[in-house]
């Protein structure tokens, strides 16, 4: 058994490992271990302790993928819902669909009895405003909301602020690959705006026989490339995990336009191998392992990589 997870998995880790040893699925695992994480107002980018958008509301995105089936649940732009991978995980259970966006996947939320959850911390709700105000004249701050918000995209919009989300890759005891993520994505995003965390095959992906592969930083690029998808897949033409991991690098590295930042790879194969590599972060960047050789979860130093 395997669980790999990056640096703001800490409040959730220990509870997935022990979920994995007593024989849970990974996916279950994994989602009981993020629901910790999204509890945990001291992670500034998933759930509770995330940022909100440019309106002031909460909008969280996360994905669940079961490596076996290849079954696929994801929710984007979800308001007023924290265990919101555990709402990913019941849109793959539940429904025909992939992925519910907006007040969809709240209503869904409802039908299936998840409560309306409060989502916005107030701290985060008074530096929001603040942040508008600095920027806003004082004829568009009487007028706020009623404004075009397009232009503020480029001047308020703030990847800088969250760097992250959670991603979570498991082996479980039935040899099963699985991913998880989470996030409250960019700080002032546009109302609406998704991330690479919803995103099979951008932020996420897992197959079984190969290999998975999960994404945090800038999914504006990985949603461009198909990352996750790219490394399983050179997986199955029979690449080694770490040529799979380059060669998605080497596709990030071919972007020159658009909007263009730090990338953070998490990867597996299927043999037991893993690897995080950061791509053009200016912090160091660490991440947790546990497997069965390991009496307690360990945080490492991800390798890094400058284009
Ligand atoms: N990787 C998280 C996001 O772009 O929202």
């Known amino acids: 058994m395997i669980l790999l997870a990056n640096s703001e998995a800490w409040p959730g880790f220990s509870k997935s490992v022990e979920l994995l040893k007593a024989g849970r699925h990974g996916i279950d695992a994994m989602v009981a271990g993020i629901g910790e994480v999204?509890?945990?107002?001291?992670?500034r980018s998933v759930g509770f302790g995330g940022w909100p958008n440019m309106l002031g509301r909460m909008e969280?995105?996360?994905?669940?993928?079961?490596g076996t089936t290849r079954q696929v649940g994801a929710v984007g732009a979800v308001p007023d819902t924290l265990p919101v991978a555990a709402l990913a995980?019941?849109?793959?259970?539940?429904?025909?669909?992939?992925?519910?966006?907006?007040e969809g996947a709240r209503r869904f939320a409802t039908e299936i009895g998840f409560p309306h959850d409060e989502t916005l911390y107030e701290e985060s709700k008074r530096v929001w405003w603040e942040r508008l105000e600095k920027e806003l004249s004082a004829e568009e701050l009487a007028r706020f909301p009623n404004i075009p918000l397009a232009p503020l995209s480029r001047t308020i919009t703030d990847p800088e602020r969250v760097r992250d989300t959670t991603v979570f890759l498991s082996r479980d005891s039935a040899a099963g690959l699985n991913v998880v993520t989470s996030t409250s994505g960019w700080a002032w995003k546009y109302p609406g705006r998704l991330g690479d965390s919803p995103i099979p095959g951008a932020g996420f992906y897992a197959d079984s026989r190969f290999g998975a592969a999960a994404c945090t930083h800038t999914g504006e690029m990985t949603m461009r490339c198909g990352t996750a998808r790219s490394i399983v897949?050179?997986?199955?033409?029979?690449?080694?995990?770490?040529?799979?991991?380059?060669?998605?690098?080497?596709?990030?590295?071919?972007?020159?336009?658009?909007?263009?930042?730090g990338v953070v790879i998490h990867a597996l194969d299927a043999?037991?191998?893993?690897?995080?590599?950061?791509?053009?972060?200016?912090?160091?960047?660490?991440?947790?392992?546990w497997d069965e050789s390991l009496s307690e979860p360990e945080h490492r130093v991800a390798q890094s990589f400058k284009s």
């Open 60 to 66: 969280f995105d996360a994905g669940v993928m079961d």
């Open 233 to 261: 897949l050179a997986m199955r033409l029979g690449h080694s995990l770490d040529d799979a991991v380059a060669l998605a690098i080497e596709e990030l590295c071919e972007l020159k336009d658009g909007f263009l930042a």
């Open 38 to 43: 999204e509890r945990e107002v001291k992670v």
């Open 89 to 102: 995980h019941e849109v793959m259970k539940r429904l025909p669909h992939v992925m519910l966006t907006g």
């Open 271 to 289: 043999h037991g191998n893993h690897k995080v590599v950061s791509l053009n972060c200016d912090e160091q960047i660490k991440y947790w392992f």
